[in-house]
């Protein structure tokens, strides 16, 4: 492969929803850039995006792949994002990394889910983008209700600037009203002949071609006066007008094509390189990598995918990762295809590439030449949607499975892991069903783990409403040193805003504690613990008063409701007992963590449930649907309003209404909704509720006992 500069260099990332044809459009511009001499199949399983033994088995997309394209002198490269919202880490990395966006509709269902979601994030990201509207040549292909939902979707920015002359099986021309001309095809080659448009299609043609004109005038005084004054723009001046209007996000052009035979394939890789922006990378300053993908491939090992952000890369050069200041060698530079790379010997600003075998770097880190500090930041990847627990049926796997999880976790943002210390539960959070029921096939097959998933426990909060007292005295002698200890206290909940008084009613007498110490903790798993002495008289010595603490903190770890955390508690010891000989610490420990059970039992004990605000995007046939299902799940509906045709709901709902809502979404609506749901605060859970999480946590006690 030549060495390219900036300039020549194109960024595209393709999205659109399953089914849309992006793998096969994959193929066919790698076959006419001469990447590839024969193109692949979805049936035949060997396409170059679709190339892992999990995609070929469910014919689908699931991983982001990298590719390129050489043509016309210049070098365009592709990340192939998976159409589906369960992966959509592809269309997030792939909307950073790249300058251009090619949207792919199927011709034959118009707009889609997977278009809808993916739009929206090239709105929020604000890139350029192209639509290309495949599969013109089936049965089903519908030009104009394509258009019609394009239209719907995303307003006036879908303008066409091709037509087909005859859509369905039949197929094989397209107006062209940029260049005046109508291509034809014969046979899947990709080999065109330009025509003049025939009559029949004239004045649409000429009617589009106005249109384009003033779309294009529009984002340029000189070419808005020029078109005022000549009543017409130059195909170079409609190039410049759209490049403006492409680039700020205010023309989405409308191609058409057939991926499968190769049909006008070929001119939208050349309106890449005539309108769609090149990088805007620095070419002259000092060396900077961005680490955008990581992989475990067969063969290669650990590969490093990245886009040069500054000056260029080279074979040998020596980097620093700033996140670890560890030293990196690029002994290897490859242009990826797929599994497929090949080798070049430099890449500038602007371009991506891959290599292998570094030894200590991980996805959003970036890599300097010696002495640069910059830092990129890293890509925000959307939040979990689905938590699901997963042991291994063998316990003899724990620690593989814990490495399998680990490695699957680097390779994709928007899987994360953690082991809950309160839950004592390895969580995985993904973004759907899907997502996991894959990351479990490559558990089961690669790794050769057998699992399980379930429910997850839910992180509830234990804490009191009222004032209590309570008194436990530990003792224990079996021969040799004895145990004994004897705690009072008096527990009550800490309300934001009131201070203590230390006056309370213990044992029907008002009493006024004297506060000899205080301490306050933040908890980490939020809320408060206030620990106060208050023991005169030396009825406990104070070197006790560290062991009492200790037993209390235990109990707060472990609320004596359900075993979850406890918080906003004051605890008071006020008197008690000690033995000149048999008082110890563990003595000690034990009264405290019974006498704060009993009086917690008693002081209007209540368990607080994380409450999510979930904000749902469906269409609007699916609404009632989906407010009836919030409902059911103890949902309260906080706001509804509408956004580019789909009807949003924000509701507040308990997390543990919310254990595979994602899939109930997806069934209510079709698989055209979406949402996102965020934690906001703890919340009292329903009597009726908790007795039913105190009657599961006694029985589940008996169990372990």
Request: proline share 4%; glycine share 8%.
């Amino acid at each position: 492969m030549k060495n390219y500069t900036t300039d020549k260099v194109r960024n595209v990332v393709l999205l659109g929803g399953t089914r849309s044809g992006k793998t096969t459009l994959a193929e066919t511009i790698m076959f006419e850039g001469k990447v590839i001499d024969r193109r692949g199949t979805i049936e035949g399983k060997n396409t170059v995006s679709d190339n892992t033994e999990v995609e070929q088995l469910y014919q689908r997309s699931i991983y982001s792949t990298p590719f390129y394209a050489e043509f016309m002198d210049h070098k365009l490269n592709f990340i192939d994002a998976a159409g589906a919202d369960d992966f959509i880490e592809g269309v997030i990395l792939g909307l950073n990394v790249c300058d251009t966006a090619i949207m792919v509709v199927n011709a034959g269902q118009g707009v889609e889910v997977g278009t809808e979601i993916h739009g929206r994030y090239v709105e929020q990201y604000k890139k350029p983008m192209i639509i290309a509207v495949n599969q013109l040549d089936t049965e089903k292909a519908n030009w104009d209700n394509t258009l019609d939902t394009l239209h719907q979707s995303f307003g006036s920015k879908a303008v066409a600037v091709q037509f087909p002359a005859n859509p369905g099986m039949e197929f094989n021309s397209i107006i062209d009203v940029l260049k005046m001309k109508m291509y034809k095809f014969s046979g899947e080659d990709g080999k065109r002949e330009e025509c003049d448009i025939p009559a029949e299609f004239e004045d649409k043609a000429m009617e589009m071609r106005a249109s384009l004109m003033e779309i294009a005038a529009e984002g340029d005084e000189a070419l808005m006066e020029k078109f005022f004054d000549a009543g017409e723009l130059s195909e170079e001046d409609l190039h410049k007008g759209l490049n403006i209007g492409i680039e700020k996000g205010d023309v989405y052009p409308i191609f058409c094509v057939s991926a499968k035979k190769d049909m006008g394939v070929k001119r939208i890789m050349e309106f890449l390189i005539e309108v769609a922006p090149a990088p805007k990378e620095n070419p002259a300053g000092p060396t900077s990598l961005f680490v955008y993908k990581t992989s475990l491939e067969q063969h290669l090992g650990d590969v490093t995918y990245f886009k040069v952000v500054s000056g260029k890369i080279t074979e040998g050069q020596d980097m620093i990762n700033v996140s670890n200041d560890g030293k990196e060698r690029i002994t290897t530079l490859y242009a990826a295809a797929g599994k497929k790379k090949e080798k070049v010997t430099e890449l500038v600003a602007g371009d991506l590439g891959c290599t292998v075998k570094l030894k200590n770097v991980k996805t959003n880190q970036t890599l300097n030449a010696p002495g640069n500090d910059t830092e990129f930041p890293p890509i925000a990847f959307p939040p979990a949607k689905y938590r699901t627990a997963i042991k291994a049926t063998d316990e003899k796997d724990d620690e593989k499975l814990g490495e399998a999880l680990n490695r699957a976790a680097a390779e994709d943002p928007t899987m994360r892991i953690e082991y809950s210390k309160e839950l004592r539960q390895t969580i995985i959070n993904g973004m759907g069903e899907q997502h996991i029921n894959i990351l479990k096939w490559h558990l089961n097959n690669d790794s050769k783990i057998n699992i399980e998933l379930f429910a997850p426990k839910i992180p509830y909060r234990e804490t009191i409403t009222k004032v209590a007292t309570a008194q436990y005295r530990h003792k224990k002698q079996s021969g040799g040193a004895g145990q004994f200890g004897e705690v009072h206290l008096l527990v009550e909940p800490i309300v934001e805003g009131v201070e203590p008084t230390g006056k309370f009613k213990i044992d029907g007498k008002e009493t006024q504690l004297t506060i000899k110490g205080k301490e306050e903790f933040t908890l980490d798993w939020g809320g408060k613990f206030e620990f106060y002495n208050c023991v005169v008289g030396g009825a406990i010595d104070a070197s006790f008063m560290p062991a009492i603490k200790k037993g209390l903190m235990q109990k707060m770890e472990e609320g004596p409701l359900t075993g979850s955390y406890a918080r906003d508690i004051r605890v008071y010891v006020y008197d008690g007992k000690m033995h000149p000989v048999d008082s110890k610490e563990i003595a000690f420990i034990i009264a405290a963590r019974n006498a704060f059970k009993e009086a917690f039992k008693i002081a209007g004990p209540k368990i607080m449930e994380p409450i999510y605000m979930v904000e749902i995007m469906v269409p609007g046939d699916c609404m009632g649907d989906v407010m009836s299902d919030i409902q059911n799940r103890r949902g309260i509906i906080e706001g509804m309003g509408s956004e580019k045709g789909f009807q949003v709901l924000k509701a507040r709902v308990p997390l543990a209404e919310l254990y595979r809502y994602s899939t109930t979404l997806s069934s209510i609506s079709s698989g055209r909704g979406t949402f996102t749901m965020e934690f906001i605060e703890y919340q009292q859970v329903p009597m009726d509720v908790q007795e039913k999480l105190l009657k599961a946590y006694e029985e589940e006690s008996k169990e372990e006992e």
